[in-house]
């Protein structure tokens, strides 16, 4: 089987995907934070409003944490691209029950929406599995960059398309609605392109039982596995870190900023561009010459004191030179740490390895938004501060512990 084949259609379905998600990023606060907003009693205060926003935050990725296991050990057994559509399905569906939350101003339809589409929102953990399938030793970082790749240009197009979808000024029934709707007719189109391109790739079949506690099951055997503990450690502190910068940095940006959702759009489309440029101008040529310990030595460091270096500006116009070396930082992050956890498991059991990893990683990601909301009313920086600490921690596990063991 070509690995080329394959890596084209799982391309699409992760920028597909991650457009999707991107498109929510802009108009999250002016949807909560804004008495306008109307899911929200106008008259409810600031401190409330920015709570349920960290916990709708926190709800899709503590779905995720249930969903992922499960959707990885079913594709072990089952196949992947079975899966992959299975879980787009319940994305699309969440998207659709989304806007009708926001079209009859229901929280708690938000609120079970976004846990439809986290808990099937752990097809990237099966993407993931597929593209090591395809890969050896010799490629896998390079292939798994491209999913970093795919990260970036949905960040790229889905903020900046979020902030435009949802402004009236661009068009007159443009509303808030309008970016879950695109975003639905977006997974659709990715299921008919894994339906048409997609081939299987699972080689051996590998039966588990899951149930609805593997994801907690998991964590247990994260942290059981001596030659695994500092790796899941590491993945769990990198990754509660940059969730509490992500989940809370377009709060930052409309607080200290006043931005509006398309100013918003334009930052984060702004970090997308850089990260391709990062996959595409240096994870290759440094995956050539460095293994993936040494590079996370070097940007894992670097990313944690950019999240200080992040909220010093006076005005956004300095973020023109501080996000280039985020993207970059981050860019050169994710691949290899995936690279270093899918390498020290055996071929029938990348499903398995990765759906750990995924629920090591979406634990990692709800509890922050939900943490989030609670520093951010004592001092916006607070969470940027939080995020430096956690990926200095995951640095020096890094570096001083997992370092002897890879």
């Given at each position: 089987?070509?690995?080329?084949?394959v890596?084209?259609?799982?391309?699409?379905?992760?920028?597909?995907?991650?457009?999707g998600?991107?498109?929510?990023?802009?108009?999250?606060?002016?949807?909560?934070?804004?008495?306008t907003?109307?899911?929200?009693?106008?008259?409810?205060?600031?401190?409330?409003?920015?709570?349920?926003?960290?916990f709708?935050?926190?709800?899709?990725?503590?779905?995720q944490f249930?969903?992922?296991?499960?959707?990885?050990?079913i594709?072990?057994?089952d196949?992947?691209?079975?899966?992959?559509?299975?879980?787009?399905?319940?994305?699309?569906?969440?998207?659709?029950?989304?806007?009708?939350?926001?079209?009859?101003?229901?929280?708690y339809?938000?609120f079970?929406?976004?846990?439809?589409?986290g808990?099937?929102?752990?097809?990237?953990?099966?993407?993931l599995?597929?593209?090591?399938?395809?890969?050896?030793e010799?490629?896998?970082?390079?292939?798994?960059?491209?999913?970093?790749?795919?990260?970036g240009?949905?960040?790229?197009?889905?903020?900046?398309?979020?902030?435009?979808?949802a402004?009236?000024?661009?068009?007159?029934?443009?509303?808030?609605?309008?970016?879950?709707?695109?975003a639905?007719i977006?997974?659709?189109?990715?299921?008919?392109?894994?339906?048409?391109?997609l081939?299987?790739t699972?080689?051996?079949?590998?039966?588990?039982?899951?149930?609805?506690?593997?994801g907690?099951?998991?964590?247990?055997?994260?942290?059981?596995h001596a030659?695994?503990?500092?790796?899941?450690?590491?993945?769990?502190?990198?990754?509660?870190g940059?969730?509490?910068?992500?989940?809370?940095?377009?709060?930052?940006?409309?607080?200290?900023?006043?931005?509006?959702?398309?100013?918003?759009?334009?930052?984060?489309?702004?970090?997308?561009?850089?990260?391709?440029?990062?996959?595409?101008?240096?994870?290759?040529?440094?995956?050539k010459?460095?293994?993936?310990?040494?590079?996370?030595?070097?940007?894992?460091?670097?990313?944690?004191i950019?999240?200080?270096?992040?909220?010093?500006?006076?005005?956004?116009?300095?973020?023109?030179?501080?996000?280039p070396?985020?993207?970059?930082s981050?860019?050169?992050?994710q691949?290899?740490?995936?690279?270093?956890?899918?390498?020290?498991?055996?071929?029938?059991?990348?499903?398995?390895?990765?759906?750990?990893?995924?629920?090591?990683?979406s634990l990692?990601?709800?509890?922050?938004?939900?943490?989030?909301?609670f520093?951010s009313?004592?001092?916006?920086?607070?969470?940027?501060?939080g995020?430096?600490?956690?990926?200095?921690?995951?640095?020096?596990?890094?570096?001083?512990?997992?370092?002897?063991?890879?």
């Amino acid at each position: 089987m070509q690995s080329k084949k394959v890596l084209l259609p799982l391309f699409f379905t992760v920028f597909l995907d991650l457009l999707g998600g991107g498109l929510a990023i802009p108009i999250m606060p002016d949807l909560l934070l804004e008495p306008t907003g109307g899911v929200l009693p106008f008259a409810m205060d600031r401190e409330t409003r920015t709570l349920i926003f960290g916990f709708l935050g926190g709800i899709f990725f503590l779905a995720q944490f249930l969903g992922a296991p499960i959707l990885g050990a079913i594709s072990d057994r089952d196949g992947r691209k079975k899966v992959l559509l299975m879980s787009l399905a319940g994305t699309l569906v969440g998207y659709l029950l989304f806007a009708f939350g926001i079209y009859i101003q229901n929280i708690y339809l938000l609120f079970f929406s976004r846990a439809v589409a986290g808990f099937m929102g752990g097809n990237i953990s099966v993407a993931l599995s597929a593209i090591s399938d395809v890969s050896d030793e010799t490629n896998k970082t390079r292939n798994f960059g491209l999913v970093g790749a795919a990260f970036g240009l949905g960040f790229i197009f889905g903020p900046f398309l979020g902030g435009k979808l949802a402004d009236p000024h661009t068009v007159s029934w443009f509303n808030l609605m309008t970016p879950f709707l695109v975003a639905a007719i977006l997974t659709g189109i990715n299921m008919f392109l894994v339906i048409i391109n997609l081939p299987e790739t699972l080689k051996e079949r590998r039966e588990r039982k899951v149930t609805i506690f593997t994801g907690l099951e998991n964590i247990s055997n994260a942290f059981q596995h001596a030659n695994l503990r500092t790796t899941f450690l590491t993945v769990f502190s990198i990754t509660f870190g940059f969730s509490l910068f992500t989940q809370f940095f377009s709060v930052f940006l409309k607080k200290k900023f006043q931005m509006d959702m398309g100013q918003i759009g334009m930052i984060f489309g702004y970090v997308g561009v850089w990260s391709v440029i990062s996959q595409a101008a240096f994870l290759r040529p440094l995956s050539k010459k460095f293994n993936s310990l040494q590079i996370l030595k070097v940007s894992l460091l670097a990313i944690s004191i950019l999240m200080i270096v992040i909220i010093l500006p006076p005005t956004p116009f300095y973020y023109f030179f501080i996000i280039p070396f985020v993207a970059i930082s981050q860019g050169m992050t994710q691949p290899n740490i995936n690279t270093i956890v899918t390498n020290q498991a055996a071929a029938n059991e990348q499903g398995q390895m990765l759906g750990i990893n995924q629920s090591v990683q979406s634990l990692a990601m709800a509890i922050p938004p939900m943490i989030a909301g609670f520093l951010s009313n004592i001092d916006i920086r607070l969470p940027n501060i939080g995020a430096a600490i956690c990926m200095f921690i995951g640095w020096a596990l890094l570096y001083f512990a997992l370092g002897r063991k890879v």
